[in-house]
């Protein structure tokens, strides 16, 4: 109770009251509830469609691949317009990619090559929204809070997660994967609406004169001279590729061991959701 009355606190204060902090908070959440659930979706429709787990791998591998290069682009992107805009149109592409998701898969189009490229087109797109989002909290609250901002943001995010993978995981074994892709699409509207309602622009809007070529220069010199920055990337690879690569085999055994279905693998990835809204609680606290 005490835990629950700190962190009542720090939500409450100045700056975490700030409406546009809570607003984007609420974004968040229902951007990762969709984000979750589309991975429960993209699990299931492929171990069913092929019976392997090498095709999940390959499948998760091309999600998370963009986060290599267009991170760092929309990050640069970001510095040039008004990243309340640069939301909503990442939103709405994301909503867009759903909405053929959905129709190939109601209308039985659902093919391996398929699949993989809108797979990859969703990766592409939700990895410009992590730097994005991290901008506009610093924007919002500046650097003084920063850290414990991203923990409160973190809790939106990961409850996000977990209220997506259990929700999913029921609509389709209830009602398909039609009908649990266009659910996430109107997740991501809600999104929208609130982001709509974003009023301030923060530090964003300052011109930058030099080059994307140039920023990308700018951002590998200063890895190859800030030794620092340079281990944190390395060490976040490295839990990114022996931390988090098991959500491979969770299709095969959710249907394989545990004969649960789609509501199994649902169950799984809000376990994972759960350990992190843990950790999140955590370092808001701090």
Known sequence: LKFISHL????NSSPFGKADFLRLWGICGFNSFGMT???????????????????????????F????????????????????????RIEVLISLNLVVFASLVAFGRVELWLILVLTFASG??????????ASYTYDLLGGQHLVQALGVLNIGIRSGMLAGALA??????????????????????????????????????????SSISENL??????????????????????VEIFGFSFATAMPELAE?????????LGILHAARALGGLTAGLLLASM
């Open 124 to 133: 592409a797109l939700r990895s410009m929204h992590n730097p994005v989002r």
């Open 256 to 264: 394989g061991r545990f004969d649960r279905g789609a509501d199994g």
């Open 65 to 88: 691949l963009p986060l290599a290069v267009f991170g760092n682009l929309s990050g640069i992107i970001a510095d040039r317009m008004d990243r309340r805009k640069l939301l909503f």
């Open 168 to 209: 999913t995981g029921a609509v389709i074994e209830g009602f398909g994967g039609s009908m649990a892709l266009l659910s996430l699409f109107g997740v991501h509207l809600t999104a929208l609406v609130g982001i709509v309602f974003l009023k301030t622009p923060g530090v964003s809007a300052t011109k930058v004169s």
């Open 37 to 63: 659930g589309e991975q429960v979706v993209i699990g299931s429709l492929l171990f069913n469609l092929t019976g392997s787990s090498k095709w999940v791998g390959i499948a998760m591998a091309l999600y």
């Open 8 to 11: 009542r606190r720090i939500v």
């Open 217 to 238: 220069r700018e951002y590998f010199l200063e890895l190859r001279h800030n030794r620092s920055l340079l281990m944190i990337v390395a060490i976040t690879g490295c």
